[in-house]
Every structure is written in C-alpha cells, then in structure tokens.
C-alpha cells in the first residue's frame, strides 16, 4: 500500500505536551519536543530519571504476581542484570554510550551504567527541568471528545504527588512513554491458584540468596529466564526449568550439561496442592517456589480514550506505525513500545516524528490510511504465523529504516546491525560467556573510528 502524506494541516506554533515517564523513551522524546519549541512537561512516579533502568532494590510491599492495579514498584531490574547487546549499538544519534573513567567500563555493562548514561543525556541536554517528580498520573482523557467538528483534541491530564496533591492539567497533546516490562504476564496453569507454596514473577525477583537450598522451577526461556536460572544454580537445590520447547540453543544445553542441579522440562501440565509440578511428558517433581520469567503486558491503566485505544492479547492497537491511534492523531501518541529491535535510535526516531507533526512541519496519512496500513500489517503478520500477543516484536532491522524514512531520520548504520547480530549468534553459542568473550574485534575498532564515536563533539558531563 502506497501512503500519501499530505501538506501540514497544522499551524507551526508550540504545543503545550505532557510526556508521561522519563525512562529513555521519555527523556528522548522531552529532548525532541524541546528542541521544536513545544512547552513540555515530563510527569515520572519515581525520584529519578531512568524508567526501568532505575533500580529499585525494595520489592517487600509489591503483590509477588503482581496482580494489583496499580503497581508499587515499576522496574523489574535485577541486581545482576547486564545489557544483553554490546554497548557501542545501544546510545542515541548524537549521543554515544561511551566508556567513562571510573565507571563500567564493560562492552556489556551492568544495569546502573545505562542508567547512569541516561543521567548524562538529561543532564547535557537540560531536561531535568521540565521533569516533576514523584507524580504519578490517574487519568488521562480528552477535554473535548464530544466536539465531533474539531479535529483538534486538547488532554486533562491529572496526576498526584506523592504528598497527596491532586493536579489537573490541560495539554494539546500528551505523549505516552510508560514503559512495558513492569506488569507481569501470566500463564493459565491448571491448580495455579491453588498451590499453597511461593509463587512470584521476575517482576519482583532481585538477587538469589532468598532460595538457598529450595527446588525451583523456573517457567519461561527467555533472555531472563535463562539469566536467573544461570544464578540460581549457584545457591538452590535444584533448578528446573519449564519451557515450551525442548528444542532449546547450543549456548542453553551446554549450562545445562555443566550444572548437574539444572533440568530441563516441558510445560507445566497442573501444579497439585501438595506442592507437586507435573509436566506435559508425565515427569513430577515437589517444588519449594514457582518463579513465572513469562514476559509484560501492555497496559496503560490511566488512560481514557474512549475505546480508540484498546489492549487485545497485548496488541495495543490501532496504532499507525505502533505510535499513533488514527482518530487521535497527532495529539495522543506512543513511544516505545516496539520490540525486539535496536531501542534507543528507535525511540529517538519516534519522538523526532512526532515533534515535528505537532509544530506543523511535517503530516500523516489521512485516518482510513492509515486503518488500511494498520490492517495490512496485522495481515502480514498473520500470514507469517506471528500470534496477536507478539504484534510489537518486530525483529527486522528493515523495519526501523522504513520508519526513519517518515522523517528522513538517518538510516541505522550497518555497523550498529552487524554488532547487534554478532552479539545474538554469540550468545545463542556461548550462553554463560557471551558478554565477555567475543571474537568480533575486528569489526569493533573499525566501528570504534567511525564518525558517530570520533568526530562527534560529545559535550562532557
């Protein structure tokens, strides 16, 4: 489908905008605004900036499945987490993730050194300014939803402070970067509900010690799930770990040949209340925890829009490029929620898109376009054998180039796609070792003297 972007229909003027969230696509998509003109206001529950990459230590008063409503603790970092991609792929367009004295200086560093990185970017591009806070958003609704005649739909954004002061604002449009990996998504598990023992999601999970000595069943093989089942095994009895196929990467069959206390199983069948986890293949073992390492729902529980952005087994949807609702355009948008891909110049690229629809200097497709474009896409994504809940991973490097040609963004440099791709083969190999032994050194002083680490004036902190 050929979409035609039409004139800008929208006066070049400032905007009143609120970012809800100040992680990195939140910070990234405050810095765009700024620099358009627009009058940003950047509302974050936590004390500092850095979204998931603030690490909170104290899970005590967090629901261990994290069912509740509204959650207490919004990182689901843990104390051992380190990148899982090398560092020099992962800073901004102008702004590379460069070692620093006295710091993590690892090509694979742990959480606080990206943290710290985006600390650095507020700092030099001076956001810290227009971020309040310890407020957290209630609600966020159209002020006029009713004015069918007025294609411009101005926001009440409430928000409370941690003191207890209630705020209610108006916005011309309000920007939502509230992250994704804060609620837990659960499986259905037969007996789940009448297992007596200790069940939590890695939402929560922090540091091993707490299941010295247990029988752990971890559920899920994903990036974290192997992590935390590669810590476990240190300090537990046993650890098994539950996936949906045996048919597990060289890298995970050699940890498991190297630790005698970590097993492999299929899918849980039920959970007994005698503390028995029975498997789909027959096996049974007697489990002391149950830890869930099943992935995050979307969910954006302030959000009032009237049923023009819904959450569908996690596709939030409709969204045009995963970051526009059609009928809302421009003025209620999305950054961040893409997956699977190279985040930050994603992310940079998102919100340069939208600073520049809301000052006027750029347009979208007209509301059935983009519904066609919408529709294609889920199309595409079903013929390709891809389940609904899976709907922003995308896993295609062509995709964040077919992106940035909205907005002539820069193309991501080959070497960024290189190192990436180097890094994910090395650790399907080389699970345990993969982020501190690589043999694409070569390559790396080549991007090392490329322009982007070389020539750019890199202000210093």
């Not at 409709?318 to 992310?347: A, D, N, Q």
């Not at 600073?355 to 006027?360: P, T």
């Not at 389940?387 to 180039?401: E, L, Q, V």
Request: proline fraction near 5%.
């Amino acid at each position: 489908m050929v979409l035609v972007i039409t004139e800008p229909i929208y006066k070049s003027q400032s905007k009143t905008v609120c970012v809800i969230g100040a992680g990195p696509s939140g910070l990234v998509s405050a810095r765009e605004l700024k620099k358009e003109g627009h009058k940003v206001v950047v509302m974050e529950q936590n004390h500092d900036v850095g979204g998931q990459w603030l690490y909170q230590p104290n899970v005590d008063e967090e629901d261990t499945l994290g069912k509740t409503k509204t959650l207490k603790v919004h990182s689901s970092v843990y104390s051992s987490l380190r990148l899982a991609s090398p560092r020099e792929v992962m800073g901004f367009s102008d702004f590379p993730f460069i070692a620093k004295e006295g710091r993590d200086s690892r090509r694979f560093p742990g959480h606080e050194e990206l943290w710290l990185y985006l600390k650095d970017f507020c700092q030099v591009f001076g956001l810290r300014e227009m971020i309040r806070f310890n407020v957290r958003v209630e609600f966020v609704g159209m002020v006029n939803e009713d004015d069918d005649d007025n294609d411009v739909k101005k926001w009440m954004v409430k928000s409370v402070k941690k003191s207890g002061e209630v705020m209610e604002e108006v916005f011309d449009a309000v920007v939502v970067a509230s992250g994704h990996y804060s609620y837990p998504r659960l499986p259905t598990i037969k007996g789940m509900d009448l297992w007596k023992r200790k069940q939590l999601h890695s939402h929560i999970y922090r540091v091993p010690e707490p299941f010295c000595d247990e029988v752990v069943v971890v559920v899920g093989c994903s990036m974290s799930g192997q992590d935390i089942s590669i810590e476990l095994v240190e300090v537990a009895k046993e650890v098994h770990l539950s996936t949906k196929s045996l048919d597990i990467p060289p890298g995970l069959s050699k940890v498991i040949e190297k630790h005698q206390n970590l097993h492999l199983h299929p899918q849980i069948e039920s959970l007994e209340e005698d503390g028995r986890v029975i498997f789909e293949d027959g096996s049974c073992i007697v489990a002391d925890t149950i830890l869930y390492c099943t992935g995050y729902e979307y969910k954006f529980p302030f959000l009032e829009s009237k049923g023009r952005v819904e959450i569908d087994d996690n596709r939030v949807g409709p969204l045009f490029e995963h970051t526009f609702s059609p009928s809302l355009s421009p003025f209620l948008s999305f950054v961040g929620i893409p997956r699977k891909l190279i985040g930050f110049p994603f992310f940079e690229s998102q919100a340069k898109w939208i600073a520049k629809l809301l000052s006027g200097k750029t347009s979208l497709p007209s509301s059935d376009q983009m519904m066609q474009s919408i529709s294609d896409f889920y199309l595409a994504r079903e013929a390709d054998g891809i389940p609904k809940r899976n709907t922003h991973d995308i896993a295609d490097f062509n995709y964040s180039d077919k992106y940035a040609d909205y907005i002539g963004f820069p193309h991501l440099e080959e070497w960024r796609k290189v190192l990436c791709l180097s890094a994910i083969l090395n650790s399907i190999e080389n699970l345990e070792t993969y982020r501190d032994s690589w043999d694409d050194d070569d390559l790396l002083q080549e991007t090392l003297q490329d322009p982007y680490f070389t020539q750019l004036s890199i202000p210093s902190v």
